[in-house]
């Protein structure tokens, strides 16, 4: 079994990884700090929405792709993936603006969290029958 579904979400989380990636070193350059955060809260800012999506994407991605590999539908398998993009993007937009965006970035904790106990769910009961 290939993982179609599951490659289209984990390529368009990486394209999202590598522009907030950019973002930090933008904020580097524009502030000058090489090394850590300088306490600058540009760079603070920055540094944890890129660290906020890979500590979250990763286990959304092996969750989603478990849950192709057990035969899910393919339309839920898109649904739990747009559900772990769309948390990203959007925890991504409301966190990483000044002043921050609230409800963008609830939502996007919603998002994500709903997935992963979804997807973690489907996968310990199809392992459980």
């Not at 906020?52 to 590999?69: F, Q, R, S, W």
């Not at 993009?85 to 603006?97: D, N, S, V, W």
């Not at 609830?106 to 392992?127: K, P, Q, R, Y």
Request: aromatic content about 6%; glycine content about 10%.
């Amino acid at each position: 079994m290939t993982l179609t579904i599951t490659s289209l979400y984990a390529g368009l989380i990486g394209l999202l990884f590598v522009l907030l990636s950019v973002l930090v070193i933008t904020a580097r350059f524009k502030t000058n700090v090489s090394i850590g955060d300088g306490g600058k809260e540009l760079l603070v800012r920055r540094i944890r929405v890129q660290a906020n999506c890979a500590e979250y994407a990763p286990l959304g991605l092996i969750l989603l792709a478990l849950t192709e590999v057990q035969g899910a539908p393919g339309w839920v398998v898109h649904v739990l993936g747009l559900m772990l993009l769309l948390g990203r993007l959007l925890h991504a937009a409301g966190f990483g603006r000044t002043p921050e965006i609230m409800p963008m970035r609830s939502v996007g904790m919603v998002l994500t969290f709903a997935m992963l106990i979804l997807s973690a769910l489907a996968n310990i009961g199809h392992a459980l029958l």
